[in-house]
């Protein structure tokens, strides 16, 4: 073949190569949850799909899949919420203490949303009309504030036993016995609906509101938010109320998973779940992500601890683990963009 | 003068403190006429600019729209009299498609019982018709921003600024941060708009803009009307005089 023709190939090849990042970018991530579980399966095949297993990856994810949900948004508008670990320990704190005071269930069962709610608010609020020059500095206050505060209402101490109502929020199991015969132990979270439920409806809102489509305007370019008439405080505090509200959510889900409120409820989760938005593929930087990517990047970091506990690998190797995916993660995505820049 | 004036500006001053950035400036623009505003740095055109779009109030003179005395308190209230400013800085959103940008603020929404959504499918189909009007050639309506050429942002700037059925639009060195080839397709843009009946101000220091979309340039020097011709009336030469102060 002359040298044109093969010019030409190669040419051909990029444009089928080229023409493969964009799936990649919108599927990729599942390919690797796809990959994980294949590997793990094959590592622990009578343990990893098992019902039981499966069933465990999602209740352990459905607290901190909140904190993500309610992180990426924040993150979206180029901005960072590190405080979400503490609004779910003061929720919590709350709705025990409700709870022990003799509220009856629906009341404890609103404390904590509310809490959250009022949380993310004061965070909102500080960042935009105290002008902090960066949220990271308004949350990392607030993180020390709101645990302080949670310590400060129960007096440092555990505070277990809530109303079965409750419990079934973060503990409970949709029997399956119409499909699995009676008496079967297959069963569905409640808290896995929960979380689906939550994450569809926040999809709704970022990808078919005007509201959602004016969060991802200001990750891209605030003037041109401003410019366009859109009042950008008050999307801002929008953003950090619901992102409090889902700790707050997260917090209803913890109580039920562990009848307990406990003073290191929620500890460093704050991380967790930043780290879950950036492998999920969302930009530090604001404008992109998506929630299925945030959904993915979630069951990564679960899959990921579930596997490593399931094979006896220490706590401190998980650590290191988790912290190289980040920098993996985002090292692809550095490397997808080059690719995308230079065809 | 004639009939179809859409703005004018009588003997309009603005001050800050002590220091005068205008004075006594008159400025007049017809329906489909394509006005040039040359002048040094410091001569007064981005006040003047910002004086007819409402973000500065003038000092003294007036404001007509359709030869109605208005009174602007925000670029709001120009934009609701059919004025649309197109920013040097272009105020687009990179993350998001081209549609997105043009309605960003002013999406169009359906109701689905008490919710509005987003109607994704008629913000596409509006897109496509605007660009078409304007005979802006992209890949397609779902096209990020940040993957366009200088150019292709400055034309969805102007598609942007002229969504909404402007009358008058106002540009601030449309063609300084683009490179050569692009300028000519901006410059057609503006000839497309003056087509549709479209009144637009330039603010450039290029001759060549001036001189190839133009059809009557106006001078400021020292925040005065210094100098003002039909644009067949005068040469490149007699302009950069203007604009350095120098009259025969």
């Not at chain 1, 040298?3 to 964009?22: A, S």
């Not at chain 1, 405080?83 to 709705?95: E, N, R």
């Not at chain 1, 500080?126 to 007096?155: A, E």
Request: a positive charge; glycine letters at 10%; hydrophobic letters at 50%.
């Amino acid at each position: 073949m002359d040298h044109g023709e093969k010019r030409l190939m190669d040419k051909n090849q990029e444009t089928l190569f080229v023409r493969l990042i964009p799936f990649f970018e919108r599927y990729g991530i599942l390919l690797l949850i796809l990959i994980m579980i294949a590997v793990l399966h094959l590592l622990q095949p009578d343990v990893f799909l098992s019902w039981r297993n499966v069933t465990n990856i999602f209740k352990q994810v459905s607290w901190q899949s909140m904190l993500a949900l309610g992180v990426f948004m924040v993150i979206v508008t180029a901005g960072i919420d590190l405080s979400v670990g503490s609004i779910i320990m003061l929720s919590l704190m709350g709705l025990a203490i409700a709870s022990k005071a003799g509220m009856p269930w629906y009341v404890v069962m609103l404390v904590a949303p509310a809490i959250g709610f009022l949380c993310g608010m004061f965070n909102g609020i500080g960042i935009t009309l105290l002008r902090m020059p960066h949220p990271f500095i308004m949350t990392l206050g607030t993180l020390y504030i709101f645990r302080g505060i949670g310590n400060l209402i129960s007096g440092g101490v555990p505070i277990t036993g809530f109303a079965e109502q409750i419990r079934v929020i973060g503990n409970g199991k949709i029997k399956l016995d119409a499909f699995f015969g009676e008496g079967a132990r297959e069963y569905i979270p409640t808290s896995l609906i929960l979380m689906i439920v939550i994450f569809f409806i926040f999809w709704i809102f970022l990808n078919h509101t005007r509201i959602g489509k004016w969060i991802y305007a200001i990750g891209g370019n605030p003037g041109a938010a401003r410019a366009a008439g859109i009042n950008v405080d008050r999307i801002l505090i929008v953003v950090y109320t619901l992102c409090g509200f889902l700790a707050g959510i997260g917090g209803l889900i913890l109580a039920g998973r562990t009848n307990s409120a406990y003073p290191n409820a929620g500890l460093q989760s704050e991380l967790d779940a930043i780290a879950a938005v950036i492998i999920g593929g969302a930009s530090f930087f604001g404008g992109r992500g998506t929630v299925l990517g945030v959904f993915a990047g979630v069951m990564i970091m679960g899959i990921l601890r579930n596997g490593l506990n399931l094979m006896n690998v220490s706590v401190f190797w998980q650590q290191v683990l988790i912290g190289s995916i980040i920098i993996l993660a985002v090292y692809i995505d550095v490397l997808r963009r080059q690719l995308a820049t230079r065809t | 003068m004639s009939d179809n004036l859409v703005l004018e500006a009588k003997s309009v001053s603005k001050f800050f403190g002590t220091i005068t950035a205008l004075q006594n400036v008159d400025l007049h623009l017809k329906k489909g006429e394509v006005l040039g505003v040359v002048g040094d740095n410091g001569a007064g055109k981005s006040t003047l600019m910002k004086v007819l779009s409402g973000l500065y109030k003038p000092s003294e003179g007036s404001l007509f729209f359709d030869k109605e005395k208005v009174t602007l308190n925000s670029p709001r209230d120009s934009q609701n009299l059919g004025l649309e400013m197109v920013y040097q800085d272009l105020a687009l959103a990179g993350n998001l498609p081209i549609g997105d940008n043009i309605f960003l603020g002013r999406e169009p929404t359906r109701k689905v019982g008490p919710f509005n959504f987003l109607d994704h499918k008629k913000r596409k189909q509006l897109t496509e018709e605007h660009l078409a009007k304007l005979k802006i050639n992209v890949k397609s309506a779902d096209q990020k921003v940040e993957e366009l050429s200088g150019g292709q942002r400055q034309a969805v700037a102007i598609a942007r600024a002229t969504a909404f059925n402007a009358k008058i639009v106002l540009m601030d060195e449309p063609t300084a941060a683009l490179a050569v080839k692009e300028v000519g397709k901006v410059l057609d843009l503006i000839l497309n708009l003056k087509k549709l009946g479209v009144s637009v101000i330039v603010i450039s220091h290029r001759m060549d803009d001036i001189f190839t979309v133009c059809d009557r340039v106006m001078a400021l020097f020292q925040g005065t009307n210094f100098a003002e011709s039909e644009l067949k009336n005068t040469s490149r030469d007699e302009v950069i005089g203007w604009i350095m102060g120098k009259k025969d």
